[in-house]
């Protein structure tokens, strides 16, 4: 019986690492559910917009895959699990028993009951996926004007790509301001000044209400505002929810699957890991969704090591994420608005307006819950591993605030340990 | 901006090579007396040609070499009383109204005997050693020797020495690190040379300045200094080294104190000395328990009494007029060794007009008093050590061939860690981190590099004396010391040929 | 495997292992070239922090478990057979996670290319016989290249 | 003390021409180990007569002629030395520690009124009979402990008077100067001391008796070149007692010990123990500070 | 108590401090009395042993003694030579009588008790560190240069003996830097060193003076600590730790090391590297 793991991006590609750790020798098999090897799925934005070429998307190399003795199921679909029998059925009638499951099916485009119908049309797509990255390369020079429906992450790189691709692009976002759960008020200023820079139509508080359709192809859009505009291509970004349709009721699910530190399900030799799963988040202090690329990579290789008999837990996922949008970018962490969950937040602000920089600390009870910065990503990477350790807020006031982020403000025996660390950053807990 | 207006000229001009400065920053952030600095608006480094002491410091730290220091030859009517040098020193009197002071050896033009000396070498009469091959034999010992010794041979021929010799040190290489205090230079720079003193079975010396509890571990390979200031002197110090030291003198101040100003004495150097922090180190002029010969005899043997005669004790003192009846004496007041200090020996701090004017040459100095203990009959009652201005291994050797047992090298050493010889010692900033206390800058000198550097020197001036002696067909130091046949004079005349004791070249 | 480590004893905070690493990461790898002639100034991929006295250089460890490559979401950074840490320009999308993801801030914008957003890392001078050049530039042996196994 | 006959004969003719020699005999030695190549020793009770005072020498007085013949000895006839030239008055001196030359003399067949010994480490010269102390001339005795860096100029001082150092020794020339000062220009002994320690210009300025800092200025301007710098401390004997004196900023130790009505001037108190048994008083002088030690029938001042 | 009589009359000093070192060091004798010392050097010199000590009770001890010596306690009954306590690092000395030239030479710690007077340069560069005090209490007359170069410790002069003498000669703490000195007297001494200025004690001198007072005549019993300390004292302090900082060529300041990467300018490192 092998190692099986459902689903195929980052989560499973790490996962397989981790099992190579411990076990060098028992198989691996992939289910697949797109025919594509293992690939960065936002970089079909990249692709799209030219930056790069779809050969060099594929997160392994080919040789990959044989040198870890790792058998790909592509365009394989996996129906059910029966955890009794300890097998998995498959689209194509067979079914695998496994000695250890991995779920790592990741996360479907959220689509709305009111534009499901529309999605078979030429010029409506989620974008997702390789297969909506080539749905819309098909069309994508005879289209002019595009609108993205939802301003978060996916939309507003999708409308970078399609604006270095010389598209008229509209935005309609529910809230009153884009990437809602990672930015604050003011930092979104900055997106909505470059959006306009670039000229992206931008409808906030909106969405659209009804499409005309015209052979097959939307053709106009009325928003909830009104507003109308002529468009050729449609694209739903409203948001990912876990790919949690196949698995069986025994396992625990709230809105992902439940695991615990060491990425176990609720049924023994099952596991789970990356976007689909709701794990212990280090800000927050329970267990949350948290669809980010980062945590499903560390989710996977401890589920990798796990599955492969070690005792390795999680320290537990810190929500961050950068993204920028032509010239400005952002860098955010844990809890953007604190003021919905936490009473006594204290927030430090720095503004540098020459430089469009614009930098926000939210601290609980001395200890940074969160963190917002625009155009200031420089070594950043220290304030990762400041929420990650919980240390204390005031102790290192001038390390978050200045711009001479380093290790010069920590006290000497804590840097001289850290910046000489001879096996790097140990985020695991080792029991 | 200061605007103090100054009638003095600039020493050095900084002249950087604008194509090939790559804006590092490297010189202006290394530079501790702000000779260069970084224009932001036309993104250019520029340099303060005034406050360039010429260490050459930026020099070797520039990644691309675009700097180069030229002297400032002299702005005014050449003069041949008053060089520049002189209206120099004038015009800083005239502004500061001050004693100058002065860093390292005098640079004055005194005649350099050793350049004026020539080394015999064996030509078909007598065949010179191959030192690759064969023993070459450099190890000294220092200390007082018996004029005759007893041996009895008991039943079965073994003989045995009745006679109890008294403390020697043993040195595998005639060259001992001068007296360097620690708080004249860094702590580092004192770790350097213990270490490679150590490493190389030769010794370094603690200078007046006491020793740091970090060096007792060199103890075995150090030469404890008791000066009139007593820093840091107390029985476990006497006893730490493996031999002490009496400083009555120094070869660039004779006759006058030391002064090591409150600012540089920080925690290290106060627990060392065991006095106040920031307080004036000051070592008055004379020992003021020494005013004749008998209090010197008086303080080698309460020094003996309290390291239980298990130590030697040398006596050192700079190269005066009546030196050789000095040594004399000092040799008959029971001193194991005499160490004499040359004019032209190095320092941290003294007035300029001392070091330039006072005190003889170290060349005639050893020869009158290796010629002078001889004629007395008592030259092996101690050893004699050469200091001030040794430049290279020849002057080791033609020091040697004139008498002396050893050399002290204190310049040397310090160029071994870096030093420029800017001769701005006193001013406590030293860029190359050995004549300072700041701490951004005594960490330039990485001890394990000074000690490698300064062993190189050694093991280097070891092999070439062991080449001149095979050269010469001597196979043991011991042959060449005083044996002044090996010295040839040229363009020496009398008096000094007599006082050297040599004859000129080709006769 | 051999790492970098460094001593901040010793460090004197002139910056020379900074321009060691811009020169041996240019193609011309000649001081005067690649400052003024270069189409793309290289950035150092080591960092001097100074502060008062206290001066000290640090850059990546080449991590067991390292944040970067998690946080890399095309695969351009990868982990060799023998340990280090690579990047390969071409698969980089310029999303920057890898420098807010890394704990010690040694992943650094490529700052003077403008034509793509790339990063620039520590590759321990991979191919430089020699060893790395900020340990070679260094006057004061304030940066060290040995083993220092678990 | 001669070094070899011929200086004995020379000398011996020479005393004849000058002196009317009334007794001329050895002086009595016990040859011992510890006394290696001794000089020989002579002593001569001469008296000076009218007709032998011959040329400009007529002019002189008693004492300046023994002064200048005893310089004349020293200086031309080789291998000569003068050991001393006084009235009941004997200066036995040599290279060895003192007891031994107090054997090799058999100084126990001797009494005195007043006794100064000397141990010389030498220092400037190396050690030989004639640079012993003490240094005598005519009735006064020096021992010196200590070096004078003002030696030079001393010496300078008291040749431009007639006198000629010959001794190599710097205490010589304070034998000199006392004959100088106290004989010649007859001065009395506290100023000859206040000449060698006078006190330092800033003592002078601030002494309200007018005529005593004139007293002192005046010393100072006549005589700076008689001034003796440099640490020392010593003893003057002459034919009334002793005088102890140190330098004027006592870098020499020198302290009185009374013991019954005997008085003692040493470096050390407890080597004042090794001669007598009970010591009544001790006085550690002032820098500088004379200590005058007359007999009871002395009447000069 | 295991202590050992030695008759020192014609010993000399190398047979005596070996006995003396033989016995405290090998046997552990605690105390060892000297009779009929006859000047001979370095009694007590380099010993270490904190709980032994030597009693010399006739005849007169000769210079340095108790040199080095780092722990013992040395009585003299009479008088004592020069260089008492030279470079003394701990242990006490009483000397129940005058004391020569030279006491305390470059003192690090320690106390000594003299009864009588003491001669000049007397406590010349005693230096203190932290909790290591030198102090030496001189119940009758001190001469020149009384604690010339100090650099730390406590002198005090008492005057007990009233002749006529001045309390303390000319020069007295000339180039002090550091310590303090305690003089009873009246009237103020005349040619005080340039470097000190006449204060009155305080609160905390009064402490010190009293243990000190105490303490001495706890050892020479015919004198009362109250009697004395109801006399007037002065106190002498050094006005500055760096007496000759004006003498020298100042030479240029010491510039501190600027905050940022270039000495003059602050790098903006937000332009730079964000």
């Known amino acids: ?431 | ?507 | 495997m051999k790492k970098l480590y460094f001593r901040e004893e010793w460090c004197v905070g002139c910056g020379r292992c900074e321009v060691a690493c811009a020169i041996e990461h240019s193609e011309s790898k000649h001081p005067v070239i690649s400052y003024f002639f270069e189409k793309v100034r290289q950035t150092p991929r080591i960092i001097v922090e100074r502060k008062g006295n206290i001066s000290f250089a640090n850059t990546c460890r080449h991590c067991e478990e390292p944040d970067c490559v998690n946080a890399c979401i095309s695969g351009a950074l990868y982990k060799d057979l023998s340990g280090k840490i690579l990047y390969d320009p071409a698969k980089c999308v310029g999303c920057y996670s890898c420098i807010m993801a890394c704990p010690y801030g040694a992943i650094m914008k490529d700052l003077n290319r403008k034509e793509r957003k790339q990063i620039v890392k520590c590759d321990l001078c991979n191919k430089r016989e020699g060893g790395p050049a900020c340990v070679e530039a260094c006057p004061n042996r304030a940066i060290v290249f040995e083993e220092r196994g678990e | ?301 | ?274």
């Open chain 4, 1 to 301: 003390m001669y070094e070899h006959n011929k200086a004995k004969e020379e000398t011996e003719l020479f005393l004849n021409n000058y002196f009317r020699v009334i007794k001329a005999e050895e002086i009595p030695t016990k040859q011992i180990p510890e006394i290696k190549s001794s000089p020989l020793h002579y002593r001569y009770f001469i008296e000076i007569v009218d007709n032998k005072k011959t040329g400009s020498l007529s002019l002189l007085t008693e004492e300046d002629y023994v002064v200048n013949r005893v310089v004349y000895i020293n200086k031309n006839i080789e291998g000569a030395f003068v050991v001393s030239s006084g009235k009941n008055f004997g200066a036995f001196k040599g290279v060895g520690f003192p007891e031994d030359i107090s054997k090799f003399f058999m100084l126990e067949n001797y009494k005195a009124y007043a006794w100064t010994a000397h141990n010389r480490f030498p220092t400037n010269t190396p050690g030989w009979w004639g640079g012993a102390h003490p240094f005598t001339l005519l009735d006064f005795s020096i021992v010196h402990n200590g070096e004078l860096s003002s030696y030079g100029i001393n010496k300078r001082y008291v040749e431009m008077f007639g006198y000629e150092c010959t001794m190599l020794t710097d205490t010589e020339v304070v034998a000199y100067l006392v004959d100088l000062l106290v004989r010649k220009h007859g001065l009395p002994f506290k100023t000859v001391c206040d000449i060698f320690s006078p006190p330092t210009w800033d003592v002078i300025q601030n002494m309200e008796d007018i005529k005593l800092k004139e007293y002192y200025k005046t010393l100072r301007i006549v005589y700076g070149s008689a001034l003796l710098n440099g640490p020392f401390a010593f003893i003057i004997g002459f034919n009334g007692g002793l005088i102890g004196l140190s330098d004027r900023i006592k870098l020499r130790p020198l302290v009185v010990v009374e013991s019954g009505n005997t008085v003692y001037l040493s470096s050390e108190e407890s080597s004042v123990l090794e001669v007598c048994d009970k010591i009544d008083r001790v006085y550690h002088p002032e820098a500088g500070e004379p200590v005058f030690i007359f007999y009871n029938d002395y009447k000069g001042e």
């Open chain 1, 1 to 431: 019986m092998s190692y099986v793991i459902i689903g195929n991006g980052p989560a499973a590609i790490a996962a397989c690492e981790g099992i190579r750790k411990y076990d060098k020798d028992r198989e691996i098999i992939i289910i697949s559910k797109e025919d594509q090897y293992a690939y960065g799925r936002p970089l079909i934005t990249y692709q799209i917009a030219g930056i790069v070429k779809k050969e060099d998307m594929y997160l392994r190399r080919p040789e990959f895959y044989k040198e870890n003795n790792i058998k790909v199921l592509l365009g394989k679909e996996a129906i059910s699990i029966d955890s009794k029998s300890k097998t998995v059925k498959i689209s194509d009638g067979s079914s695998i028993g496994y000695h250890k499951l991995l779920i790592a099916s990741g996360g479907t485009p959220f689509v709305p009951p009111t534009y499901k119908e529309y999605l078979t049309k030429e010029n409506v797509m989620t974008f997702i996926k390789w297969a909506d990255m080539e749905k819309l390369e098909s069309i994508i020079d005879t289209i002019e004007n595009v609108l993205i429906i939802g301003g978060g992450l996916i939309g507003i790189k999708a409308a970078e790509a399609l604006v270095m691709r010389g598209k008229n692009v509209y935005i309609a976002e529910l809230s009153k301001r884009v990437l809602p759960t990672v930015i604050d008020d003011y930092g979104s200023y900055y997106f909505h000044k470059e959006l306009e820079k670039n000229n992206v139509g931008l409808f906030l508080e909106d969405t659209v209400d009804s499409f005309k359709i015209k052979k097959n192809r939307v053709e106009k859009a009325v928003l909830k505002s009104g507003n109308t505009i002529n468009i050729d291509a449609v694209i739903i970004a409203i948001g990912v929810k876990p790919e949690i349709s196949f698995i069986d009721k025994e396992i625990k699910t709230n809105v992902g699957i439940i695991v615990d530190d060491m990425m176990k399900t609720s049924v023994s030799d099952i596991y789970a890991a990356g976007d689909v799963t709701e794990c212990y988040d280090i800000v927050y202090g329970s267990k949350r969704l948290g669809p980010i690329w980062v945590s499903a990579s560390e989710q996977g290789r401890i589920a990798g090591y796990n599955m492969a008999g070690a005792n390795i837990t999680y320290r537990g996922r810190l929500l961050m994420n950068s993204i920028s949008f032509m010239k400005t970018n952002l860098t955010s962490y844990g809890i953007i608005n604190p003021e919905l969950e936490y009473t006594n937040v204290e927030v430090f602000e720095y503004k540098r307006d020459d430089l469009d920089i614009y930098r926000r600390i939210n601290v609980v009870n001395n200890r940074v819950v969160g963190a917002v910065f625009i155009n200031s990503i420089y070594r950043k990477g220290i304030i990762t591993r400041f929420m990650i350790e919980g240390l204390p807020f005031d102790k290192y006031k001038e390390l978050l605030l200045s711009p001479n982020i380093g290790f010069i403000n920590f006290e000497k025996e804590y840097r001289v340990k850290e910046i000489n660390s001879i096996t790097g950053y140990k985020k695991a807990r080792i029991v």
């Open chain 2, 1 to 507: 901006m200061k605007f103090t207006f100054s009638l003095k000229p600039e020493n050095f001009i900084i002249e950087r090579d604008d194509e090939r400065c790559i804006r590092c920053g490297a010189c202006v952030q290394q530079c501790a007396y702000n000779a260069h600095y970084y224009l932001e608006e036309k993104d250019k480094v520029l340099g303060i040609n005034h406050n360039c002491v010429g260490d050459g410091r930026c020099v070797a730290i520039c990644p691309t070499n675009a700097i180069r220091i030229k002297q400032a030859e002299n702005p005014y009517r050449p003069n041949y009383n008053w060089t520049k040098e002189r209206m120099m020193d004038l015009y800083e009197q005239a502004e500061n109204g001050t004693v100058l002071l002065v860093g390292m050896g005098a640079p004055t033009p005194h005649p350099v005997y050793w350049d004026k000396i020539v080394l015999n070498a064996s030509q078909v009469t007598n065949p010179s050693i191959d030192p690759l091959r064969e023993p070459m034999e450099v190890k000294t010992f220092l200390g007082s020797k018996p004029d005759k010794i007893e041996v009895v041979f008991d039943k079965n021929h073994k003989p045995e020495i009745k006679t109890r010799i008294t403390p020697q040190l043993e040195l595998e290489v005639p060259i001992m690190f001068a007296a360097m205090s620690f708080g004249a230079i860094s702590l580092n720079a004192c770790k350097s040379l213990a270490k490679a003193a150590s490493e190389m079975g030769t010794f370094w010396n603690t200078g007046e300045g006491g020793l740091h509890k970090d060096l007792y571990k060199y103890g075995k390979n150090t030469i404890v200094q008791v000066a009139s200031g007593r820093f840091g002197v107390h029985v476990d110090y006497l006893k730490a080294g493996a031999a002490v030291e009496i400083k009555i003198g120094q070869g660039a101040k004779p006759g006058i104190g030391g002064h090591l100003p409150g600012e540089k004495v920080n925690h290290e150097i106060s627990v060392t000395r065991a006095m106040p922090e920031g307080s004036d180190a000051i070592s008055p002029a004379p020992h003021h328990d020494i005013y004749s010969i008998e209090d010197l005899r008086q303080l080698i043997y309460s020094i003996k009494e309290a390291t239980d005669y298990e130590k030697p004790v040398f006596v050192k003192i700079s190269a005066v007029h009546n030196v050789a009846a000095i040594a004399s004496g000092i040799v008959r007041a029971g001193a194991d060794a005499v160490v004499i200090d040359g004019i032209r020996g190095g320092t941290g701090a003294a007035p300029k007009i001392i070091r330039d004017n006072v005190g003889i040459p170290i060349e005639l100095a050893i020869a009158v008093v290796d010629e002078r203990l001889r004629k007395e009959g008592i030259r092996n009652h101690a050893s004699l050590i050469a200091a001030g201005g040794f430049r290279n291994s020849a002057d080791v050797i033609k020091a040697i061939a004139l008498g002396a047992d050893a050399v002290y090298i204190g310049t040397a050493a310090l160029m071994t860690l870096g030093c420029h010889v800017c001769g701005m010692c006193y001013k406590g900033i030293c860029n190359w981190g050995i004549a300072t206390q700041r701490d951004d800058l005594t960490k330039r000198l990485n001890p394990e590099i000074g000690a490698e550097r300064a062993k190189n020197l050694l093991k280097g001036w070891k092999h070439e004396i062991q080449e001149m002696l095979g050269a010469m067909g001597i196979n043991s130091i011991g042959s060449l010391r005083g044996n002044r046949l090996n010295l040839r004079a040229v363009d020496i005349h009398e008096p000094y040929l007599s006082i050297l004791g040599i004859k000129p070249a080709g006769a």
């Open chain 5, 1 to 274: 108590m295991n202590s050992i009589t030695i008759d020192a009359l014609n010993l000399y000093y190398r047979e005596l401090n070996f006995k003396i070192k033989e016995a405290v060091r090998k046997e552990g004798i605690k105390k060892v009395i000297i009779k009929n010392a006859r000047g001979q050097r370095f009694i007590g010199t380099g010993l270490k042993e904190k709980d032994v000590e030597i009693i010399i009770e006739s005849g007169v001890p000769g210079n340095d003694l108790a040199m080095f010596m780092d722990g013992p306690t040395v009585k003299v009954f009479g008088n004592a030579q020069d260089g008492v306590g030279n470079t003394m690092n701990n242990g006490k000395v009483f000397i129940h009588g005058d004391a020569g030239d030279v006491i305390c030479y470059g003192m690090r710690n320690g106390k000594i008790f003299i009864k009588g007077n003491v001669g000049y340069r007397v406590g010349i560069h005693m230096k203190e560190y932290k909790d290591m005090i030198p102090s030496i209490v001189v119940g009758g007359k001190a001469g020149d240069f009384f604690g010339e170069y100090m650099a730390g410790g406590i002198g005090v002069v008492l005057g007990l003996n009233n002749d006529d003498k001045p309390i303390v000669g000319r020069y007295c703490a000339t180039g002090m830097h550091g310590g303090v000195i305690y003089i009873r007297t009246e009237k103020i001494p005349t040619y005080l060193g340039k470097e000190v200025k006449i204060f009155e004690l305080n609160e905390s001198d009064k402490e010190k003076l009293k243990s000190l007072i105490e303490e001495f005549c706890q050892e020479f019993k015919e004198y009362k600590a109250e009697d004395i300390l109801k006399s007037r004292f002065i106190k002498l302090i050094p006005v500055s730790k760096r007496p000759y900082g004006r003498l020298y060529s100042p030479g240029n300041h010491f510039p501190l090391p600027e905050e940022n990467y270039f000495s003059n300018k602050k790098i903006d490192i937000e332009k730079k590297y964000y």
